[in-house]
């Protein structure tokens, strides 16, 4: 348990939690949202408070990093910060993002997205837990050890970033070309969930994607439906065949070769994922809020949402969308698709697999061009390390409960980066609920977490020191 030294970074954490709260408030109301080019000033108006914060704290080397360049004029900003000075402790590399998703539907939310409100334990803003919320997390764990013991029982580099949300491909590129700076013996990542309230969770898997646009065009300006209609190919009619034909009714994919490389989880890990509290009609109506949950037959829905591909429309934009009615044949159109990668799938395969498949659908009339969003593996961190073990104990000592390991459905890319890159694992200690409403209306962090974070974080960094 926490020993007289612990306690000490610990007393100062719970002694500023009003503090801690009020100035993630603060981070919460800068609108970062990194896919709006119009909110490039308040993304690096995030990026500058992180930093001046990091220097506040005792780090050292901190540093604003400009990513923007020709290619990508709106690339956002990573911040980085280090200190060093625990000679013969091990080095962890701390990652989180402080750039948000759009917040509409705007009249869906019961307070204003950027101005944070607290209600019934939670505090609700648009990136409460994805992603500043737990960040902060980090940065007020630092503080807490800091500012009570002077130093740090570990190494610690941190690297944060702008452009999760838009495909994280700044930082990506950046720890390709700059492994020295970024050398560490593992990595922190604070941006899961636990698996259900109070149950101390880590992530130890998440699947991969391929997030594409297919722009469709068929005439070379928008025309009028009474006059041409019947003669001119409409791009709309175009994009809800093919998209009709990547999966059938029990939503197999159809793409030829989809599923040749797919990893099965080890019985073991299904023998975990069965003793896990999960109760599916509850899910059904209170996370999902369907009728009736689909998906493939003969996959229970952890299996299918943890370790089964995927392939999803996020929306069709195209033609006229506006209240009222305009009959016009749209000269173009695209559809958001993605698909949710497992393990062995070869992302470059599989968009290769995607765009011939697409290709061959298109009807005639019609010009395709697939553009790629985000593109990133699968990857299940092994538990048999003394990272994830150190991780599992102190979750284990603040939740006073016994630690569950869980895979995710969603995707970080740079975990993988952090495996292939720098060769290190990641340990995966998020703080999130499954109703925190990520990149939805009313998203959420529930505040006891918030302090349970930092705590957990605390305690870790001590057991490993």
């Known amino acids: 348990m926490a020993t007289a030294t612990s306690s000490t970074a610990l007393n ?9 709260l009020e100035e993630l408030k603060d981070l919460l109301r800068i609108p970062s949202i990194s896919t709006l080019e119009e909110h490039n000033k308040d993304t690096e108006k995030a990026a500058q408070v992180c930093a001046d914060e990091l220097k506040r704290i005792g780090f050292e080397h901190v540093e604003i990093i400009p990513t923007a360049n020709k290619e990508r004029p709106n690339a956002h900003p990573l911040v980085y910060a280090d200190w060093l000075h625990a000679a013969g402790k091990p080095t962890v590399l701390c990652y989180a993002h402080y750039d948000v998703q759009p917040a509409e539907p705007l009249d869906e939310w019961k307070s204003p997205p950027f101005e944070p409100t607290e209600r019934n334990h939670n505090i609700y803003a648009r990136g409460a837990v994805d992603d500043k919320g737990q960040l902060w997390m980090q940065l007020k764990a630092f503080e807490s050890l800091m500012k009570s013991e002077g130093k740090l029982p570990i190494n610690v580099r941190v ?4 452009e999760e949300e838009v495909g994280g491909e700044s930082i990506s590129d950046y720890v390709k070309i700059r492994k020295d700076k970024l050398k560490a013996d593992f990595a922190l ?6 698996f259900a309230p109070d149950l101390p969770t880590l992530c130890v898997g998440l699947r991969g994607l391929v997030y594409t646009e297919i722009e469709a065009q068929g005439a070379a300006t928008d025309l009028h439906s009474g006059i041409y209609g019947g003669a001119a190919p409409n791009p709309l009619f175009a994009l809800i065949e093919i998209v009709g034909k990547l999966k059938d009714a029990n939503g197999k994919i159809l793409i030829p070769g989809f599923y040749d490389q797919v990893k099965e989880p080890t019985k073991a890990e299904l023998d975990a994922w069965k003793r896990l509290p999960f109760d599916e009609e509850e899910y059904r109506k209170k996370e999902v809020g369907s009728n009736v949950l689909t998906g493939e037959p003969g996959y229970s829905v952890l299996y299918r949402t943890w370790a089964r591909p995927t392939l999803e429309v996020h929306g069709m934009p195209g033609g006229f969308t506006a209240l009222g009615a305009k009959t016009v044949i749209p000269a173009r159109a695209s559809a958001k698709v993605s698909m949710r990668l497992v393990p062995d799938q070869d992302p470059d395969d599989i968009l290769k697999k995607y ?4 290709t061959k659908l298109t009807p005639k009339g019609i010009k395709i061009n697939i553009k790629v969003h985000s593109k990133g593996p699968a990857c299940v961190v092994s538990t048999d390390n003394k990272y994830v073990k150190a991780a599992t104990e102190a979750m284990h000592e603040i939740f006073a409960k016994d630690t569950v390991y869980i895979r995710s459905g969603g995707s970080i890319p740079i975990v993988s980066d952090f495996e292939n890159e720098l060769k290190i694992p990641s340990v995966m200690m998020g703080m999130g609920l499954p109703d925190d409403n990520l990149h939805a209306p009313n998203e959420k962090f529930h505040i006891p977490n918030f302090y349970r974070g930092i705590d957990s974080i605390i305690r870790f960094f001590q057991i490993l020191g």
């Open 355 to 358: 765009t011939d498949y697409v």
């Open 159 to 162: 690297i944060l970033e702008g």
């Open 189 to 194: 990542v604070t941006d899961t969930e636990l």
């Open 12 to 20: 100062y954490a719970r002694d500023n939690q009003k503090r801690f």
